[in-house]
């Protein structure tokens, strides 16, 4: 594994997306991210990350791999945060950003950010969606609750969010935005971004990518995913399945993806 790959990915979204009283602004953004070693005009892609607020901070959620391969990696940083208005209140939210970076020395370097775009919430939500939301079983983050709110996601992920939430505690990284529109180094559409697939990263408290996380644990929680209708499952465990439900690669090693063919 290569954990400069994620500290590079979180230490930029972090400079973006956090700043004292008085560190709005572009300027401010750019001196930030010159400041890390990294180029300036990164700061230009923040999009929901740098709101015109005049502080804000940033809690790193998770940072999960979208994608690992020799000299290049997409790490989706799934983040909440607080921005303080002009009148003094605090608003709360959060993103998910699926950051590129390629190999270098002395570090790896960042080459592209890219903020999710839920898009609008559909009201009322359908009523799957809100049995989700409320379900505290089902810890999501801003993004992907946004995700679910938009209306863009399909049953099967919900009603398998529902089923694995009765033996378990799951704790989702990402849904459908933030991810690789692409599976990472491929062509083939991910099932993501079409709203059929979700990701996991800790379980029953438990993360995944922790050695001390029971692996009886993480393959019971994989096998269940397939029993509730996913055709490819993939995380850190090899499974013996028919054909090709079960996967295991680097990119899987710290969480369990969970997919859908429709």
Same mark, same amino acid.
């Not at 890390?36 to 923040?46: C, I, M, N, Q, V």
């Not at 001390?212 to 993939?234: H, K």
């Given at each position: 594994?290569?954990?400069?790959?994620?500290?590079?990915?979180?230490?930029l979204v972090?400079?973006?997306?956090?700043?004292p009283?008085?560190?709005?602004?572009?300027?401010?953004?750019?001196?930030?991210?010159?400041a890390?070693?990294?180029?300036? &005009?990164? &700061?230009?892609?923040?999009g929901?990350?740098?709101?015109?607020?005049?502080?804000?901070?940033?809690?790193?959620?998770?940072?999960?791999?979208?994608?690992?391969?020799?000299?290049?990696?997409?790490?989706?940083?799934?983040?909440?945060?607080?921005?303080?208005?002009?009148?003094?209140?605090?608003?709360?939210?959060?993103?998910?950003?699926?950051?590129?970076?390629?190999?270098a020395?002395?570090?790896?370097?960042?080459?592209?950010?890219?903020?999710?775009?839920?898009?609008?919430a559909?009201a009322?939500?359908?009523?799957?969606?809100?049995? #989700?939301?409320?379900?505290?079983?089902i810890?999501?983050?801003?993004? &992907?609750?946004?995700?679910?709110?938009?209306?863009? #996601?399909?049953?099967?992920?919900?009603?398998?969010?529902l089923?694995?939430?009765?033996?378990?505690?799951?704790? #989702?990284? #990402?849904?459908?935005?933030?991810? $690789?529109? +692409?599976?990472?180094?491929?062509?083939? $559409?991910?099932?993501? $971004?079409?709203?059929?697939?979700f990701?996991?990263?800790?379980? +029953?408290g438990?993360?995944?990518?922790?050695?001390?996380?029971?692996?009886?644990?993480?393959?019971?929680?994989?096998? +269940? &995913?397939?029993?509730?209708?996913?055709?490819?499952?993939?995380?850190?465990?090899a499974?013996?399945?028919?054909?090709?439900?079960?996967?295991? +690669?680097?990119?899987?090693?710290?969480?369990?993806?969970?997919?859908?063919?429709?």
């Open positions: 594994m290569q954990p400069d790959v994620k500290r590079r990915a979180v230490e972090a400079a973006l997306g956090g700043w009283t008085g560190g709005q602004g572009a300027g401010a953004a750019r001196a930030r991210v010159a890390l070693g990294l180029p300036p &005009a990164l &700061a230009d892609r923040a929901p990350l740098a709101p015109a607020a005049p502080e804000a901070s940033l809690e790193v959620i998770d940072a999960q791999y979208g994608g690992l391969l020799a000299d290049s990696a997409s790490v989706l940083v799934v983040c909440r945060q607080w921005r303080r208005q002009a009148d003094g209140s605090v608003a709360e939210g959060g993103t998910t950003v699926d950051v590129r970076l390629s190999r020395e002395p570090r790896w370097t960042v080459t592209d950010l890219r903020p999710g775009d839920p898009g609008p559909v009322p939500p359908a009523p799957a969606v809100a049995r #989700v939301l409320a379900e505290p079983r810890e999501l983050p801003p993004e &992907a609750a946004a995700d679910l709110r938009s209306g863009n #996601v399909h049953d099967s992920v919900l009603e398998a969010m089923r694995l939430a009765g033996p378990y505690t799951l704790s #989702v990284s #990402v849904v459908r935005t933030g991810h $690789p529109v +692409d599976v990472f180094g491929t062509t083939r $559409p991910s099932d993501h $971004p079409l709203g059929r697939a990701d996991v990263w800790r379980i +029953d438990r993360a995944v990518v922790d050695p001390a996380t029971p692996r009886q644990l993480v393959e019971s929680f994989m096998r +269940d &995913a397939a029993a509730a209708g996913s055709y490819n499952v993939g995380g850190p465990v499974i013996a399945g028919a054909g090709n439900q079960f996967f295991t +690669d680097d990119t899987h090693h710290d969480h369990v993806h969970v997919g859908f063919n429709s």
